[in-house]
């Protein structure tokens, strides 16, 4: 059974950082692509980055470019996003998300990442 914890959000001022982890279990972590999204209140989900199965691979939207950092332990079955300079329109809950199918995957189509975990809620305010 598939299964993706996030963990890591919290309360941030701007300009600060936070850690965001997701645990994978039940699949064979490494042949899958993985992604990370968002979901602002009355707001629908949003691509925020994506990774490939050797991280050589990584996408961001326009919004977080050069903010976050995907990456992930194939050893340990985990995926992370580093996010620094946080901005208070980065206050969203944000999910992890597994490719419907092995192997490569569209990165930036959220529509091909079809599990996705409880989500972990990120504040952004002074």
């Known amino acids: 059974q598939v299964q993706l914890v996030e963990s890591g959000g919290g309360l941030a001022q701007p300009g600060g950082s936070l850690t965001l982890s997701c645990s994978a279990s039940?699949?064979?972590?490494?042949?899958?692509?993985f992604a990370w999204a968002r979901q602002a209140p009355g707001k629908g989900l949003e691509w925020v980055s994506g990774?490939?199965?050797?991280?050589?691979?990584?996408h961001y939207a326009d919004s977080v470019k050069g903010r976050f950092t995907i990456s992930r332990d194939n050893d340990r079955d985990m995926l992370f996003l580093q996010m620094n300079n946080l901005k208070p329109e980065d206050t969203a809950r944000y999910f992890c998300?597994?490719?419907?199918?092995?192997?490569?995957?569209?990165?930036?189509?959220?529509?091909?990442?079809?599990?996705w975990g409880q989500g972990t809620q990120v504040t952004v305010s002074p």
């Open positions: 039940g699949f064979a972590f490494g042949t899958y692509y």
């Open positions: 990774i490939n199965m050797d991280s050589t691979g990584t």
């Open positions: 998300g597994r490719a419907e199918r092995t192997g490569w995957a569209r990165l930036g189509d959220i529509g091909v990442f079809n599990s």
